[in-house]
């Protein structure tokens, strides 16, 4: 392994999915929705068809596009059509949470590094992410901030010129994140030294997230962010 924890100065982060339980909080809002309408519901098809209707070309931005993803994928799930919960499974990001770890991992890794979130959703969302999560980070990028989504390099780029002013580099970057594909891979090729959160280790396939077309070893791979801290040798508060 090239680098050792001692050499970053910045750690950034992936938060839907990696630090947010997002497939927990949608599979969580359509079941509701499913049991009021006396529907069978199942988690892993509704992640598959909720996966091929966020990358249609006329996709917007997330999460406010989570109204038009259920308009695509409601009547492929047996699921009421209609406005109404279309806006209901947009708006329940609002009581999408932190997975178990996340906060007491990004507190005790704040202790030493600068964290700065890396999101593809819109301010909105990543304001009340990041109020769960404690506040945590010492910067946050999002789509309303770059103008684009990863794994375009441009949305990297906007972080190292942040990082660039605030007198460090890239090289003292470590990119956390669970996608291959919008994280991972990309990382690899900008440069950076990467670290591959697998939270669905005990799940097969991609479920919410898209397939990358390879898959990259990552430079370190934990299951959980609580096991990231640790490596990094920052202990829990007493």
Known sequence: MAKSFADFRYMTFDVVGTLIDFEGGLVGCLEEIAREAGVSFDGEEAL?????????????????????????????????SGAADGERLRDSVNDWRPFPDSADALARL??????????????????????????????????????????????FEHVFAFVE??????DEILHVAQSQYHDIGISRRLGLTNCWIQRRHAQPGY???????????PDFHFISMAGLADAAGTKPAA
């Not at 996966?51 to 308009?71: E, K, N, Q, S, T």
């Open 165 to 170: 002013k605030d007198g460090g580099s890239r």
């Open 48 to 80: 598959a068809l909720y996966r091929a209707a966020r990358y249609m070309p006329d996709a917007g931005h997330f999460p406010d596009d989570l109204a038009r993803v259920y308009g695509v994928i409601a009547p492929q799930l047996g699921l009421p």
């Open 207 to 217: 479920g919410g997230t898209i397939e990358p077309e390879r898959f990259t070893e």
């Open 110 to 155: 704040a202790r030493r590094y600068k964290l700065i979130a890396m999101t593809n959703a819109q301010r909105w969302a990543f304001a009340h992410f990041s109020r769960a999560l404690g506040d945590p980070f010492y910067a946050g990028f999002t789509v309303d901030d770059t103008g684009t989504e990863k794994p375009d390099p441009a949305f």
